[in-house]
């Protein structure tokens, strides 16, 4: 009698388990988001940073694991390349938060200029970055001048005025109206330069407004300074853009191009209101390099 042998097929070889993630793992990877807190250490510079970041390109689970030490730090990475470096932005219950009542403190700026204050980041955006296609280019310079900004800020004033004017609105300065209407009654006000006996700028004048401005993002690694001309002269990096492009929705500053200040030409900005405002391609996508809570 021949035994019947019941043949099945044979069982996969079970999955190899995902190596156990070592704590020098974990020390490379806290090291990685160490060094994306440092906006203006640059990759090309140091080995052990570039060597991280091949790492987290070429390991997968390394970058998982990155990504997990900066989401429990409260970070979100825009951005992991050699141009850029491991570039975070901090959420807005993060304890690298910047807030801007923080960043008002640090200029000493009363209530009343805090507005100024944030008038004037909005404005640096708007001038490095006027057009959609210049914020979606990775390969787009901005450049920006303390003098232009507040040019581009007063010329916004002049328009706002002139719709205020023609839609029968009061002009006298008022503290509490919203948006842009409550900045270009005190900012067409304020002196751009102020004076003091050795000719220095005053820090609450408009163009010292805008220097700190420039300053606080330089030192964030946003910004970098080329000259002293016009008041001090800055270009864009990479991840001033890329904080610009993760920023983006600010009604302020859309409200802000939508005056017609900044014409699209080619491509350089101009404080020339054009023509034809009907046909204007502006971004109405930025924001600030802090939280406004």
Not at 224 to 250: E, F, I, K
Not at 288 to 293: E, I, M, Q
Request: proline residues 6%.
């Amino acid at each position: 009698m021949t035994e019947h042998v019941e043949w099945s097929e044979p069982e996969a070889p079970a999955a190899p388990a995902s190596a156990a993630v070592t704590p020098a793992d974990a020390a490379d990877a806290a090291r990685l988001v160490a060094f994306g807190l440092q906006p203006k250490l640059q990759p090309a510079r140091d080995q052990e940073y570039a060597d991280l970041l091949r790492r987290y390109r070429e390991d997968p689970p390394f970058a998982r694991l990155a990504d997990a030490v900066a989401t429990g730090l409260g970070l979100i990475v825009l951005e992991v390349s050699p141009r850029a470096g491991m570039a975070v932005t901090a959420a807005e219950d993060s304890v690298f938060a910047v807030r801007m009542g923080d960043y008002a403190r640090r200029t000493s700026a009363d209530g009343g200029d805090r507005f100024l204050h944030g008038l004037a980041h909005l404005a640096v955006a708007a001038l490095a970055f006027p057009r959609p296609e210049d914020l979606a280019d990775d390969g787009y310079i901005g450049r920006v001048t303390v003098n232009g900004v507040d040019a581009f800020v007063r010329q916004a004033c002049h328009r706002l005025e002139e719709r205020a004017a023609e839609q029968g609105e009061n002009t006298d300065p008022a503290s509490d109206a919203p948006g842009l209407e409550a900045a270009w009654r005190i900012w067409a006000r304020r002196s751009a330069t102020g004076a003091t006996k050795d000719a220095r700028r005053l820090a609450g004048s408009t163009t010292g407004i805008v220097a700190k401005a420039v300053t606080f993002l330089t030192e964030s690694g946003f910004l970098q300074r080329t000259g002293d001309d016009n008041g001090g002269t800055y270009r864009t990096t990479a991840r001033y853009q890329l904080q610009v492009r993760d920023l983006a929705g600010s009604a302020a500053l859309a409200e802000l191009l939508e005056l017609g200040v900044v014409p699209v030409t080619d491509g350089t900005p101009t404080l020339l209101p054009p023509q034809d405002a009907d046909d204007l391609q502006l971004v109405a996508d930025a924001g600030l390099p802090f939280h406004s809570a």
